[in-house]
């Protein structure tokens, strides 16, 4: 997926959002959006995905709304449904089988997801930490048979131990080389245990486009690397 | 279908969970009837008198379902990024809003099971006729009156601020009711509320008070509510207007 010249203003507005960015997106690895807040992260996804039309610029590759998993940022749950119940509205709302009996509904699980999988299953999701609701919902998504897989700060909120367990899940999936992953974030240093190519907003262009080592080259800190281009 | 279902097992365990849905259309209803008809007690009305005082309490319960438990429902769902989200997931947005308002209508199908029967028993009536009569009105006039409201979905505001304002509306646009008479009134157009009081009226008379101009006006003013919601829920951007999900 490629986006050409892509450029966008939002309606009663005269910011000019995104301003002809170019960006193509990797295969092989998982695709990170940086941004100060406002940047423009949640409005090149909804381009992405198709929700957005450009104001000018292409599209490469775009894909249908039946090849996208889109996760939103915050959407709430009630509080009693059961892990299980999370997992199977994802699933079956996606016409894929699911198995009710089984925790184990995500392939390649380690022992590690297996049991934290086992345990979560029968329980609320009001029970659950934030963290083990996120990763809950990462895997159930990942499980989708999807092209194109999009998470608005899938570990906003999350303790150090699940973002890696949700980063990890997620560059599993970007290994597959017919689906593209990507994902926005604000917590940098988790960047550096993954395979990942960084896209860094600002000022409505692409500021950054490379991998972490070449982000954190002059600055082994990634928020002091981060802080001095969108000072530039 | 199937993702319909999945749905609807999500939205009948929130009603199931969220007592306000059984408060606004089960326990309101109840709470005012009592207080508006304490007086039966000791003077009970005639059959015919008194099921025409409980179809206005039926056509509050039609409109309140329609109005806060589904279309305010479903722009909730839309701020919260729900719809956005779960669209992605099921491909389109027509199997949540279908099971949005299938779990609905089952609320609203037992509430007014719960509530006819327990007016009828304490009020000596037939529970079969009350219980008959307000399904019939239910099957007659939810449908239509909930995809009218659908363009409450794609209001420019935040959640917290319009259930407030469609709470109030409900009860104003039933109070506009009692003020109007005839049918040529093009009021009935615009005021879903008069709509429901009129089907509820002529289901309470067994249709003794039908003739065909009223049926047709009722049936075109149906056609148009269903049009305007279909039309509606094609165009409707998921993306709420007040806030970024």
């Known amino acids: ?232 | 279908m199937r993702k319909s279902y999945e749905f609807f097992i999500l939205f009948i365990k929130e009603n199931y969970y969220n007592k306000m849905a059984l408060f606004w259309v089960v326990f309101i209803p109840l709470i005012f009837f009592f207080i508006n008809h304490s007086n039966w007690f000791t003077n009970p009305p005639e059959h015919q008198q008194a099921y025409l005082q409980i179809s206005v309490f039926w056509s509050f319960m039609v409109l309140i379902s329609a109005v806060i438990n589904t279309a305010v429902e479903l722009f909730t769902l839309r701020d919260r990024g729900f719809f956005k989200m779960f669209s992605f997931i099921a491909g389109s947005k027509g199997s949540i809003i279908f099971g949005k308002g299938l779990a609905n209508l089952s609320l609203l199908i037992i509430s007014m099971v719960v509530f006819n029967t327990i007016v009828a028993l304490l009020f000596q009536l037939n529970p079969l006729i009350l219980i008959g009569k307000g399904l019939l009105l239910v099957v007659l006039t939810f449908i239509p009156v909930a995809l009218f409201f659908s363009w409450i979905v794609a209001l420019p505001f935040k959640a917290e601020s319009i259930v407030p304002a469609f709470s109030l509306l409900t009860i104003i646009l039933l109070y506009m009711t009692s003020s109007l008479t005839g049918f040529e009134s093009f009021l009935l157009l615009i005021n879903p509320a008069e709509f429901i009081v009129r089907v509820a009226e002529l289901v309470v008379t067994s249709f003794e008070a039908f003739i065909y101009v009223n049926l047709t006006v009722l049936s075109v003013t149906a056609l148009i509510y269903i049009m305007i919601g279909l039309l509606t829920f094609k165009l409707i951007n998921l993306e709420s207007k007040a806030s970024r999900n």
């Not at chain 1, 940022?73 to 509080?79: C, H, I, R």
């Not at chain 1, 329980?123 to 609701?133: A, F, K, N, T, V």
């Not at chain 1, 245990?193 to 600055?219: K, R």
């Open chain 1, 1 to 232: 997926m490629e986006l050409i010249d892509v450029s966008y203003q939002y309606k009663k507005s005269n910011r000019q959002v995104l301003n002809q960015i170019n960006m193509k997106l990797k295969h092989d690895q998982l695709n990170v959006v940086l941004g100060l807040n406002g940047a423009g992260k949640t409005t090149l996804f909804n381009i992405m995905a198709g929700s957005f039309k450009p104001t000018s610029g292409t599209v490469k590759e775009a894909f249908t709304h039946e090849q996208i998993a889109y996760q939103v940022q915050g959407v709430p749950f009630l509080n009693q449904l059961k892990g299980k119940d999370l997992v199977r509205l994802f699933i079956k709302t996606a016409s894929q089988p699911f198995d009710p009996k089984s925790a184990v509904f995500a392939n390649n699980m380690n022992k590690r997801e297996r049991t934290l999988a086992e345990r979560l299953w029968e329980q609320p999701l009001g029970q659950m930490s934030l963290g083990e609701r996120r990763w809950l919902m990462v895997m159930a998504m990942c499980e989708l048979d999807r092209k194109l897989y999009i998470f608005d700060e899938p570990t906003s909120g999350v303790d150090p131990d699940s973002r890696l367990n949700v980063l990890h899940k997620l560059e599993s999936v970007a290994l597959n080389p017919n689906r593209y992953v990507v994902m926005s974030t604000h917590t940098l240093q988790e960047l550096e245990h993954v395979d990942c190519h960084i896209f860094l907003l600002h000022d409505g262009e692409v500021a950054f486009d490379g991998t972490y080592d070449e982000l954190t080259e002059s600055n082994k800190n990634p928020d002091e690397a981060f802080r001095q281009i969108v000072s530039l």
